[in-house]
């Protein structure tokens, strides 16, 4: 039997006359990631129809997966829209897709094409019992709780018929809602708050303080193999990644700093460069992976605090968000096990023993004012060094010293 792959936006239908720009970028994405595949397509106002070479099935849906603005998703058998041919190819369906007798099943009709002679339920009623009674397995009619559909497309030249639908990715397509600058820390959150920003159609670039050689190298390692499952959800699979010098302001800060202000003068510091990088680089917002209470330094003072030092949008993808369920998604997606490497990076390494929660911003200036930081935070910025991340190309800086400098410089003399 005849397969093709139907594709369906959600929350893109709904914006209007625009509707168009958003679909093209989605379509681009498809082809693109598809683009090593036998594949055709039929682009319509609100479908994409594929076909493919059966052996790439499994490939195309993992693909799909990974490819935000796609609401939903179907495999579904080809036949011609006639009576007799969607009865046969509606036998071989049930026979091949379910596999216990007995399931509680409804057959529903959907007729795109009103030219057709019957209506959607006319067109049920006439199909229903020849499939049922010369399928294999015995069924039990249930219009109202059924356990299975068994869906029918009805279109002017084609029928499509298919039991079951794949939730995609959802959201809108990557970069229709501009760029965004996210704090990349190596532990579970910050991933997953890179990933639900994909989702909702922002372009990021990764943004992570490295403290080596205070902190291993195998720290950076971590976000780089987390960006690497990130750039999956790309159209290009690449995604930039920002590696900001941060020992010597990490130094100056865990020597200066009331051990209990530690964690918040540190995170204003980051807040600084990651505000002063965004407007020369024209990222609209900063993101980040707090949730409120989960830590001390995410409770909602901390937060006020740390962030009187910007005025640029901080977005907090993750803020109302349980652990268990942020844990379960960096499962999905593939993050957990790369997370969870017992390696710290400047944001769990020297962590004070008594933080302060409710932290006020005239002690915070007051601590900071023991160090003279524009300075440090000017040559962090002119040190970035920037690598491309891709799924495709696997960087191991462990190999190659104990900093992020040695190693950089040491690839760029092989790639000479």
Not at 8 to 32: A, S
Not at 63 to 90: K, M
Not at 104 to 116: G, L
Not at 213 to 220: D, I, Y
């Amino acid at each position: 039997m005849k397969k093709k792959i139907i594709i369906r936006f959600g929350d893109m239908m709904l914006k209007g006359r625009n509707i168009g720009f958003f679909i093209k970028r989605v379509r681009i994405h498809i082809v693109n990631r598809l683009s090593d595949l036998k594949v055709d397509y039929e682009f319509t106002h609100d479908r994409i129809f594929i076909d493919f070479n059966a052996n790439d099935e499994k490939t195309i849906i993992e693909r799909l997966h990974q490819i935000p603005g796609l609401y939903s998703f179907n495999v579904a058998y080809v036949a011609l829209p006639e009576i007799e041919d969607v009865i046969r190819i509606g036998i071989n369906v049930l026979n091949s897709e379910i596999d216990t007798e007995n399931r509680r099943i409804k057959i529903e009709t959907r007729r795109h094409d009103k030219s057709f002679p019957l209506t959607s339920l006319e067109f049920t009623q006439k199909i229903a019992s020849s499939i049922l009674s010369q399928a294999d397995k015995k069924f039990i009619v249930d219009v109202k709780k059924p356990s299975d559909i068994l869906h029918i497309d009805l279109r002017k030249d084609v029928a499509y018929i298919y039991m079951k639908s794949i939730m995609g990715m959802r959201g809108y397509p990557y970069g229709t809602a501009g760029k965004g600058l996210l704090m990349m820390s190596g532990g579970i959150d910050s991933p997953i708050a890179a990933y639900l920003s994909i989702k909702q159609g922002i372009e990021i670039e990764l943004f992570h303080f490295e403290s080596t050689p205070m902190t291993p190298l195998e720290s950076v390692q971590k976000v780089i193999d987390l960006a690497s499952v990130l750039s999956q959800f790309t159209p290009n699979q690449k995604i930039k990644l920002h590696l900001v010098p941060f020992t010597k302001i990490h130094e100056q800060i865990l020597s200066h700093v009331f051990d209990p202000y530690i964690i918040t003068v540190m995170r204003r510091m980051m807040y600084r460069l990651g505000e002063k990088f965004s407007k020369r680089n024209k990222f609209l917002c900063i993101i980040n992976g707090e949730s409120v209470g989960q830590v001390a330094s995410q409770t909602l003072n901390s937060m006020k605090v740390v962030e009187s030092v910007t005025k640029i949008p901080i977005l907090r993808p993750l803020i109302t968000y349980d652990k268990n369920d942020i844990v379960e998604l960096s499962k999905k997606i593939g993050t957990y096990e790369i997370s969870i490497r017992p390696f710290n990076d400047c944001c769990s390494i020297y962590v004070p023993k008594s933080p302060v929660t409710k932290p006020m911003e005239v002690y915070a200036s007051k601590y900071e004012q023991t160090i003279d930081f524009e300075p440090l935070l000017s040559e962090a910025l002119q040190n970035i060094h920037t690598i491309e991340v891709s799924s495709e190309k696997t960087i191991k800086l462990a190999s190659y010293g104990f900093s992020v400098s040695e190693a950089i410089k040491e690839i760029s003399k092989e790639d000479i």
